[in-house]
């Protein structure tokens, strides 16, 4: 295989010029399209309010056990009820990263639930929450 080596000239160079030039060009469009990979895979918060949304969450709520300690209505010994859980990121935080006051602790979710999930957790969370209403 004979490889032929392209000549250096006046014709060549003001090519390489110009691919040099666009480089921060190209390198901000990349950076660019890099952020807006990062922020595509971010889920929407879906609709608090929406029925369908509460009831899958409630199904969590039951499913994972999280009545043991709050009550099937979120009235037991860890009264969700009575709590001022308006602030929706407070709440999706809190069973994404969990709890701990005292001797109680609430166990992390972010790794056994996916980001939907958690959602609709909060979702009925929020709805249990008379102070929130």
């Not at 971010?42 to 969590?60: M, T, Y």
Request: aromatic share 4%; proline share 5%; with cysteine.
């Amino acid at each position: 295989m004979t490889r032929h080596r392209v000549p250096a000239g006046p014709r060549h160079r003001s090519q390489r010029l110009a691919t040099t030039r666009n480089i921060p060009t190209i390198s901000g469009a990349l950076g660019l399209c890099l952020i807006g990979a990062t922020h595509s895979g971010d889920h929407e918060i879906p609709n608090l309010k929406d029925p369908e949304v509460i009831s899958a969450g409630r199904e969590l709520f039951l499913e994972k056990h999280c009545s043991h300690c709050h009550g099937a209505d979120g009235n037991g010994g860890v009264n969700l009820t009575d709590r001022d859980l308006s602030n929706p990121t407070y709440v999706f935080e809190a069973i994404a990263e969990g709890q701990e006051r005292g001797t109680l602790r609430m166990p992390a979710w972010r790794d056994v639930l996916s980001e939907a999930e958690i959602w609709q957790a909060t979702a009925y969370v929020i709805s249990i929450s008379h102070n929130s209403k």
